[in-house]
């Protein structure tokens, strides 16, 4: 599992962002700001079980991935390194309030990932956000001393990485009994779970985190014109 793939690893309680209404216009005009990418309909993940984790989001639907209503606004997050001890994953299905600006043809849900580390390291961590022309870049981590979370999880719809490690990895498992994390999926769903994961290289297009602790050493917010390195 050690070869260039697509990954996931997710829910920490990401900063709040800024309000989007402080952001200046851009040529474009703010009815950007609700504009969401395409959705791919199916979800790459751990790199031996590619195909099983497409069934794993088709099995998962009416899951809620998160306890909110999400913005619909989707942030990017790349690290050079996650190195997690306890993982879990399955599929789930975030949704937006009701007649959200930003659900586009989704119709205000979107199938995910669910990736859940119990104790992690993130080295160089970089999360971004497009409102609407402008980017809110965070940065944390660099140098010797890496962002750290605990219990987070992370809702994405895309998840790469350059190389993947899974020790002692489950394939197949009901989500609704792992015990390498403290965050359980819904019964009867697909899930996969690991003592420990390690990736490189990591790209996360995201919707939603939570975590119950979130460390940032050497945080730095800003609005520029890129977001972070893909």
């Not at 490189?200 to 602790?213: F, K, M, S, V």
């Amino acid at each position: 599992m050690a070869s260039s793939s697509d990954v996931t690893p997710s829910s920490g309680n990401t900063p709040d962002s800024p309000e989007s209404a402080s952001v200046p216009e851009t040529s474009e005009g703010p009815a950007r700001r609700g504009r969401v990418r395409a959705r791919r309909a199916a979800v790459m993940a751990v790199p031996a079980a590619a195909v099983t984790a497409a069934l794993a989001i088709l099995t998962a639907q009416g899951a809620l991935g998160v306890q909110f209503a999400i913005s619909g606004m989707p942030f990017v997050v790349t690290a050079d390194k996650l190195d997690g001890k306890g993982f879990a994953q399955y599929g789930s299905l975030d949704e937006m309030i009701p007649d959200s600006p930003n659900q586009g043809d989704t119709g205000g849900q979107v199938l995910v990932v669910t990736s859940v580390v119990k104790n992690g390291k993130l080295t160089n961590l970089c999360q971004s956000v497009d409102l609407g022309g402008i980017q809110l870049v965070l940065t944390a981590g660099g140098g010797d001393t890496p962002v750290t979370v605990k219990n987070l999880a992370i809702d994405s719809d895309e998840i790469k990485g350059g190389n993947a490690t899974f020790n002692n990895i489950e394939i197949g498992r009901d989500s609704s009994t792992f015990d390498k994390v403290e965050q359980k999926g819904p019964k009867g769903v697909y899930g996969q779970q690991a003592d420990r994961v390690v990736i490189t290289d990591l790209y996360q297009h995201n919707y939603a985190a939570t975590a119950a602790i979130f460390k940032l050493p050497d945080l730095h917010m800003r609005f520029g014109d890129k977001g972070c390195p893909q």
